[in-house]
């Protein structure tokens, strides 16, 4: 494992002077190097990952980890496994909606590589790979250029090419956003493409114009004539090129925190242009209670609620519930100065409090000294990505991927319980009720590790756990 500079929380959000926050050295790189020289005198934290087959059979496994200095075998360190009469699916079935943006762009320049070219493509494949190996569900694809105003180290290009033709009709150049889609579908990622946005950031777009030859930059914002010219011929040709892909009924126009009077704008030319494709939107204003059937995708903020009515609303029509934290949330969450556990919480949280799923903005939007220094000029450290470059994982990642593994769990016993009409299984269903109803918080527990230690006891033996 290697070491990162991270800072605190400190507030959160925000432009930050590193000199202005207290800095420390937090483990979380796990390299995917053979060897690695360690300074005399220093500690060095290793982590092991088990891959146990589905096939496996129930019973104690034991191995032999050896340690050896200057090419001698200095100690032995004896791992025991317990492989329980359970069997997790594959990733590619979970029912957990994860939602971590991608940004190939940030890949492109880690690795010193024009963007989309074979060189890049390459280099997305192990890191997109790991994404996927999660149960990732959603593919992050973008419409125009700058949807987030360009706040990462790496800005958001365009996927598909705007061209205003010297006769005033439009162009449009899909080859880099199928390629990404398709090469995403390729490892797993299937369910769904999310594309931001019709609302960025300052209501800004880009096009080429091809009678001055020149990009052109316009502000339009939704209700306006120079919006509904801009969009129209777009949607309506974004919608064709869809179908004959058979990708419209998984693709969502997607947008985070907007004005309702925006949305109010963007849904009513949506609807009118382009009714088949849905709307997934980070919510905190409550508008799925507006536009109920509109909003096919919806997240709202750590600790928001939606009501039960409107929860089992959704849940008839396969409509996506799930929550998120951002740089506003000091738990749980999953910065490099945050307690490992964190990330396993996610999962028990989102099953306690009845989420279909979990979304955070930034799986990749590396740093410019990512590796080494995850801290960032407007958010607390590592808040921008949550894996590392070079297909490198974190201690981050893989607890977050451990508690959707639990959350899978959690539905596999849930069920088998629900299935035992026996005295003992109904007992046995009300104690796990209650017990994952402890993970239903918005205040971190003091207690968090004692109760996922009694959660994960349950789920591995849940006829025998005690209370």
């Known amino acids: 494992m290697r070491y990162v500079l991270t800072d605190e929380f400190a507030g959160g959000c925000g432009y930050r002077k590193p000199e202005d926050f207290a800095v420390s050295l937090s483990a979380d790189v796990l390299d995917n190097i053979d060897c690695m020289n360690i300074d005399a005198e220093t500690a060095r934290p290793v982590w092991i990952t088990i891959d146990v087959p589905a096939e496996a059979t129930a019973g104690i496994y034991s191995a032999n980890l050896e340690l050896f200095a200057n090419g001698k075998k200095k100690e032995t360190f004896k791992l025991n496994l317990n492989v329980v009469d359970k069997t997790l699916p594959n990733y590619t079935e979970w029912a957990f909606h994860l939602d971590l943006w991608q940004n190939p762009y940030a890949v492109a320049r880690t690795e010193g590589v024009e963007p989309w070219s074979e060189a890049h ?14 149960g990732q569900k959603v593919i992050t694809a973008t419409l125009n250029k700058r949807p987030w105003n360009g706040q990462t180290e790496d800005p958001f290009d365009t996927m598909i090419e ?70 129209k011929p777009f949607l309506t040709d974004f919608t064709e090129h869809l179908k004959a892909k058979g990708w419209e009924n998984k693709t969502l126009i997607a947008m985070d925190e907007r004005s309702p009077a925006e949305m109010k704008a963007m849904l009513s030319l949506l609807k009118e242009t382009a009714p088949t494709l849905g709307v ?17 995708d919806l997240c709202v903020a750590h600790g928001a609620t939606v009501e039960p009515e409107d929860r089992a609303y959704r849940s008839e029509n396969d409509y996506v519930t799930t929550w998120y934290v951002s740089c506003a949330d000091a738990f749980p969450n999953v910065f490099t100065f945050s307690p490992p556990a964190e990330g396993v919480f996610i999962g028990w949280y989102t099953m306690a409090a009845d989420f279909d799923g979990f979304l955070r903005w930034a799986y990749n939007s590396y740093t410019k000294e990512s590796p080494v220094d995850t801290r960032f000029r407007t958010w607390p450290a590592g808040d921008t990505h949550i894996v590392y470059p070079h297909g490198r994982s974190s201690i981050r990642f893989e607890r977050l991927m451990e508690g959707i593994q639990d959350a899978e769990k959690i539905r596999i016993v849930r069920n088998e319980l629900e299935q035992d009409n026996s005295v003992e299984g109904k007992a046995k269903l009300t104690e796990f009720n209650q017990m994952l109803e402890q993970f239903n918080v918005v ?8 109760m996922l230690a009694k959660g994960k006891d349950f789920l591995n033996n849940p006829l025998h756990s005690s209370k």
Do not use: R
């Not at 080859?175 to 946005?197: H, P, R």
């Not at 997934?280 to 096919?296: I, M």
């Open 443 to 450: 205040e971190k527990p003091d207690n968090m590790i004692q």
């Open 121 to 134: 493509w390459q280099a997305l494949k192990p890191n997109m790979q790991m994404l996927a190996s999660a």
């Open 280 to 296: 997934a939107l980070a919510d905190n204003h409550k508008s799925y209670k507006l536009y109920p059937d509109e909003l096919v």
């Open 162 to 231: 705007w061209k205003k033709k010297t006769d005033g009709t439009w162009e449009y150049d899909y080859t880099v956003f199928d390629n990404w889609v398709e090469f995403m579908m390729a490892l797993g990622i299937t369910k769904q493409i999310n594309c931001y946005s019709m609302v960025p950031w300052g209501n800004i777009f880009f096009y080429f114009d091809e009678e001055t030859n020149e990009e052109v930059k316009v502000s339009a914002a939704p209700g306006t004539e120079e919006y509904g010219d801009l969009w």
